[in-house]
């Protein structure tokens, strides 16, 4: 069988990352690392832009973090790379930076906004809005002299289009299931861990926020109710992941089984093997373990060396 050309190895190399990362596995880190090693090797200035993104979605879907990888990606999504890169590997590119807690350089954060405010890229669903304006707002971005020019701009393009109709009911004002969940996260932030560029938002952005944290307060009511402690849960802990099974639009008809994947079994023992399947956001959701730290290739926290 004849060897691939030259010019078809970055290609391939990132299909084969995207087809092993955005599998069911977990995988090890020492796979994650030679992976990244071989893109570093290859380099990355071969690769299009917009196959870095998937590398970069592909790699952040595995919590791992490569701080050497990150910075060569920045590199290569210079200002021309961005105005190449289509919108949907655009806004994975953005989801993977968040993802990975990287510090994003301002000029770099504007110049993806700019990217994503121009007219091949206004036009933005109601379900893929939400989640980008919540990535927007995640953003670690390092702020210099220069202010951000189009990111309160977009934040309001992208409030507007979360209120625009949904392919679902067509109905003007009516959010669906991803958009809402990414929209409470969105009034969350607003109010509780705005960026320090956020500007107040305008009055009819602003009801739309107001009306999302309400509509995120609001009891469970969807789901029956069952026993406290039912499955070896503290009352209180019972109580929110009922909430956020809600939130989630969970299937009511199993809510046991949902709430025994999170946090227990019938028996009282933790399992965490049971996937939760969301069909409205198209998700599947499977408890692996307890991964509140991004990995890596080296000890020591992401990015220590940038915080210093």
Known sequence: MAAPCTAQVPRLLAREIQGLCYGAEVLPVALC??????????GLRAFAPSDVCGIMDALARQAFVHE???SAALKRMHQGAIAQTPPAALRAWLGALVAMRAPVPAEHFDACLAALASPRCRDVAAATAGPLLRDVLLANVVLSSRPLRRANGLVGHLLGSIMQPTS????PGHVGAAAHVALSDVAWLAENMPPSWLRPPAPHHAAVLEAAQALSREPPRSLPEASPGSLGLPTTIHAAV?????????????PEEALAALGGSPCGHGQG???IVLPDLRVIVEVLGPLDELRGASPGAPWSACAA
């Open 33 to 42: 690392s030679s992976l990244t090693e071989r893109c570093l090797d290859v």
């Open 68 to 70: 050497e990888l990150v």
């Open 168 to 171: 679902v009911s067509g109905e």
């Open 242 to 254: 009922r909430q956020a099974l809600v939130r989630l639009r969970c299937p009511p008809a199993a």
């Open 273 to 275: 093997s049971s996937p």
